[in-house]
């Protein structure tokens, strides 16, 4: 993920999370498809970078500051319509009842595992109860020590 600037205008370079669409889109942002980056007047780069760290945990610009985690789940974790999200990390995401659900980048489940449900109208991205996560730094080139756990 980064910012950078040319002439007057702010590209910005993040993963997908329906989150910082939704919020980026609030502003006057204009997504270039060619490039895969979103286009903002450089003089709202603060409000980009606001939204990154609240959506990703980083701000595009500052020295990073994200460690490894590893999660246990003892209940089932879900969201309706939506992808799973710790740590502002996509963890799974499904795309409807029977799609079965898609790994986050960086995430590997040590037990568990996740899977779509719900209705057909109401479908759920579902991480199962027990389930233990590892969520790897961003960027990281080899495995770092955990930073935590929950």
Avoid: C
């Avoid at 003892?74 to 790994?103: C, H, M, Q, W, Y």
């Amino acid at each position: 993920m980064k910012i950078w600037i040319e002439d007057r205008t702010a590209y910005i370079d993040t993963p997908y999370h329906p989150e910082f669409v939704q919020r980026i889109k609030r502003t006057p942002a204009k997504w270039d498809p060619d490039k895969k980056v979103w286009e903002i007047d450089a003089r709202m780069v603060d409000i980009a970078q606001r939204i990154m760290e609240d959506v990703y945990g980083y701000d595009g610009v500052s020295p990073l500051k994200n460690v490894s985690v590893r999660v246990s789940l003892p209940n089932e974790l879900s969201k309706e319509r939506k992808p799973v999200t710790l740590f502002g990390r996509i963890v799974a995401t499904a795309f409807g009842r029977d799609s079965g659900a898609t790994i986050g980048d960086g995430v590997v489940f040590e037990q568990g595992g996740a899977e779509s449900g719900g209705s057909t109208k109401h479908w759920r991205t579902i991480i199962r109860g027990g389930s233990v996560i590892r969520i790897y730094q961003k960027n990281a080139v080899k495995p770092l020590p955990l930073g935590m756990g929950i």
